[in-house]
C-alpha cells in the first residue's frame, strides 16, 4: 500500500496482526503525510515479538526490508518499538537508513532536558523491554518506565485482535502516564514506545504537559531529512 505525494517512499515492516489500525497508528497509511509501502513479516505476532523477544525471526525481517528496497523505499521503519532488538542488525544488512522503534528518540530527548529532568517511556509491558533492548538503540542508563495493563482493553486489542474502543485505549494510555509521572515527577518528556500509541499522543502532552515523541514524530524526521524542504532564493 502506497499512499502520499513526496518522492521518497518509507518501508514500514509490519507485524504479523488482525486488529484494526486508526489513523495515528503507524500501521494505518493514512497517519503519513509522504509515500509508505507495507510489508508484513509473517509469524511476526506482537506477542511473539515482545514476549519471545523476536527470537528466530531476525532473517524475515532483513528479507522483508530488501523486499521493501526493491520496491522503491528509501528507509526503513517497523510497527513495533520492542525491534529495538535488531536496530543494529537490520541497518548492517539493509543498504538504507532504518529506524526500527521510536526508542531511538531517548538520548536525543534527554539531551533536551536540564538536569534533574528525565526521559520516560510508555511501553506496552515494562518488565519485558530490557537493558538489551535500550542498549541495541544507544540508551545506556536506566530509564523511567511505566507499561499498561495486560488484563486491560490495549492487550487485548494486540493480543486477541479484540474490537477496538479508542476512548478506553487512550484512558488506558493517560492512566500509564499519570501512574509514571506521579511515581517520576522528574519525567518532563516522554517517549511512546508501541507503534499503536500515537492516537493518543496529543491528549497526552495535554494532560502531562510535557513534549511527547512517537513513532511518528521519528520517521517524520526521518522523511524530512529523505526529501529536505526546497526554499526559493535568487530573482
Not at 522483508?64 to 536496530?87: D, V
Not at 509514571?180 to 492516537?199: F, I, K, T, Y
Request: hydrophobic share 45%.
Amino acid at each position: 500500500m502506497i499512499t502520499g505525494t513526496s518522492e521518497h517512499c518509507i518501508g514500514i515492516l509490519i507485524l504479523d496482526t488482525a486488529f484494526e489500525r486508526i489513523p495515528g497508528d503507524a500501521g494505518n497509511a493514512t497517519t503519513w503525510n509522504f509515500p509508505v509501502r507495507y510489508k508484513t513479516v509473517r509469524d511476526a505476532s506482537a506477542l511473539r515479538v515482545i514476549d519471545g523477544q523476536a527470537e528466530g525471526l531476525l532473517d524475515a525481517f532483513i528479507e522483508a526490508g530488501h523486499e521493501l528496497i526493491r520496491h522503491g523505499c528509501s528507509a526503513i521503519t517497523t510497527t513495533c518499538g520492542f525491534l529495538a532488538l535488531y536496530q543494529e542488525q537490520l541497518a548492517e544488512a539493509l543498504p538504507v537508513p532504518v529506524a526500527t522503534s521510536s526508542l531511538l528518540q531517548v538520548p536525543v530527548a534527554r539531551r533536551l532536558l536540564g538536569r534533574g529532568r528525565r526521559v520516560g517511556v510508555l511501553t506496552m509491558d515494562a518488565s519485558r523491554l530490557t537493558p538489551r533492548h535500550l542498549a541495541s538503540v544507544g540508551i545506556n542508563e536506566t530509564i523511567p518506565m511505566e507499561g499498561l495493563p495486560r488484563d486491560g482493553v490495549f492487550w487485548k486489542m494486540i493480543a486477541e485482535n479484540a474490537p477496538i474502543d479508542p476512548e478506553a485505549l487512550q484512558a488506558e494510555v493517560l492512566e500509564a502516564g499519570e501512574r509514571l509521572l506521579s511515581r517520576e515527577p522528574e519525567v518532563a518528556a516522554l517517549v511512546l514506545e508501541c507503534a499503536n500509541m500515537p492516537p493518543y499522543a496529543a491528549a497526552l502532552a495535554a494532560r502531562l504537559q510535557v513534549p511527547v515523541f512517537d513513532i511518528v514524530t521519528m520517521v517524520d524526521w526521518l522523511a524530512a531529512g529523505l526529501a529536505p524542504h526546497r526554499y526559493p532564493w535568487g530573482a
